[in-house]
């Protein structure tokens, strides 16, 4: 009997997969490009490599049937022994657990595929993720209780839905108006199991085991030498020199924190209790992803 074996290419691949509003930007414009022996293929690099990847992760994002060995064609050219592409479009709270299982299917094509998330406290990510929705004029404003779907059965296939303006940027929707919530009601559809930590860490754990790891975004603020190392040694590369990290802690955050809008709705959901639900909320199963990732939370409002 002729066994058939899988061509797999003798290079790592590391994913960025989200989460959005996770110091992301901070990332990809300061750190990634800095890396000794990876080559960044990601978003904020030349605008070459930001059209083919960029287009494969939306691709991905959109499209249930999207063969991934595409991925593999791409990089075949490139010498480099590790690829790193990041992109929060790659984890959609859409069916994200059947987007992990596509993934998993990458390990056919590289020697070793590795995953990172970067986490943020859910009730803080959730309303900076409400706010940029209003700060774009993507979405009018609404009630932010009113978005929050904590079964994730409301259907919501962002980038391909939305109202008007989502449907011009995005040329079509596969919906005309139809039964997507961000189409009939003008709200952004909030699946908080997509937000469950544990949810997510056993998903990728399940696909990915040792090969996951995970950075807090709240440590990059307070001490980002020590979270980027730890990143580094997952990597299995040297560390930012002092002069790298120097300059990577001088990049500017997009952050709103400080407009009217921002203060004002913060005050708002925080008197009315919304906020305080959220922590509640996840705060069971962010002390459960703690233990079994052994990624240290305390002080940071996930519980």
Known sequence: MQIITMNRMSKTLILHIGYAKTATTFLQEGVYPRLAGIDYLGRMVDAENEHQFTKWTYEFAK??????????KLVGGIDSE?????NEVILRPFQFTERIQRLSALTMHFD?????LSIRSQAD????????????????EYELEKALDYTGTKECIWPTCGDSIVNKLWRKSPFHGGTCLC???KIKSINLPYYNLELIS????????????YIVSERLRT???????????????????ESDLDVVTTIKSNERRSKGKYVSNKKKYTENGVLDGLKTHFAAS?????AKAKVDLTGFNYY
């Open 82 to 86: 590790a690829i790193l592409i990041s």
């Open 112 to 116: 070793r595929v590795c995953i990172m």
């Open 183 to 185: 189409n009939r009601d």
């Open 286 to 290: 962010n002390v459960q992803f703690s």
């Open 202 to 213: 056993d998903e990728l754990t399940k696909h990915f085991g040792d090969n996951v790891h």
């Open 125 to 140: 990510l959730i309303f900076s993720r409400y706010m940029h929705d209003l700060d774009s004029g993507v979405f009018s």
């Open 223 to 241: 001490d980002p030498r020590s979270e980027l190392d730890k990143m580094c040694d997952f990597l299995s590369v040297d560390p930012l020199s």
């Open 63 to 72: 499209d249930s049937t999207y063969d991934l060995s595409n991925l593999k």
